[in-house]
């Protein structure tokens, strides 16, 4: 079953606009770690949080993480039209499930020209 | 990160056969997983595969319906047992690579490309 629960399940911008994207989780995890898929192909992996960290920033993307809330967020800042695409967290809960991602169901974002 | 290539990119196959779908990494890798990803769906785990041992499945994935092989560090294939449309989906591969930052190590996992299967 899938741990995280993403909002808004759809999300529609335009050109830089700022977009943020939520994602709750039900257990303790090692970290979370968000990717970003195009039209159903590969999942691009974007930034790593670990457990320890509250925030991080890699370009125009800004991850936030509440261990307590077990709630994330991706910002990305100055949006692109290319920045459309499908987004997700996954939580690796380590332990006996090291390695092994859960994933939230995912926002579809569309920025628009 | 690595550089990960899955073989055949889609296809479309009839019911009641099967279809091996091979995951190529440019470096040696202990952890690789299988992921199904149904129309419509987030990702789902189905296995991992670690070289030397037999691979471990979650919930609802059965090693008859979804044999794996992992033969050495660099590859690992996934055969759909007996296809219903039920098993058109998305097949990932991904691998787990280790990070130093800050004097701590952590673990990032990256994906192929994936493999899209329509099943008739």
């Known amino acids: 079953s899938q741990q995280g629960e993403e909002d808004p399940q759809a999300l529609s911008i335009q050109e830089g606009e700022n977009a943020t994207m939520n994602c709750s989780y039900k257990?303790?995890?090692?970290?979370l770690q968000w990717y970003r898929q195009n039209s159903g192909r590969g999942l691009v992996h974007l930034i790593l949080?670990?457990?320890?960290?509250r925030e991080k920033h890699s370009g125009r993307l800004r991850v936030t993480l509440d261990t307590s809330k077990k709630s994330s967020s991706l910002l990305i800042t100055a949006s692109r039209a290319a920045d459309t695409a499908s987004y997700f967290c996954?939580?690796?809960?380590?332990?006996?499930?090291?390695?092994?991602?859960?994933f939230g169901q995912g926002t579809i974002l569309t920025v628009h020209p | 990160s690595a550089v990960i290539s899955q073989k055949p990119s889609r296809d479309i196959c009839q019911r009641g056969t099967s279809l091996t779908i091979q995951c190529q990494v440019d470096?040696?890798?202990?952890?690789m997983f299988w992921y199904r990803q149904q129309p419509g769906q987030s990702l789902t785990l189905i296995a991992t595969?670690?070289?030397?041992?037999?691979?471990?499945?979650e919930s609802g994935f059965v090693i008859d319906k979804f044999p794996i092989s992992r033969p050495n560090l660099t590859f690992s294939t996934l055969t759909v047992s007996n296809m219903s449309p039920e098993d058109s989906s998305i097949y990932l591969c991904?691998?787990?690579?280790?990070?130093?930052?800050?004097?701590?190590?952590?673990?990032?996992?990256?994906f192929g490309p994936g493999t899209r299967l329509t099943v008739l």
């Open positions: 949080i670990r457990s320890n960290e």
């Open positions: 470096s040696q890798v202990t952890m």
């Open positions: 257990t303790s995890i090692n970290n």
């Open positions: 996954a939580t690796d809960a380590g332990g006996t499930s090291y390695g092994k991602l859960t």
């Open positions: 991904s691998v787990e690579l280790w990070s130093l930052s800050g004097g701590s190590s952590y673990n990032e996992q990256f």
């Open positions: 595969a670690n070289q030397g041992s037999e691979a471990t499945y």
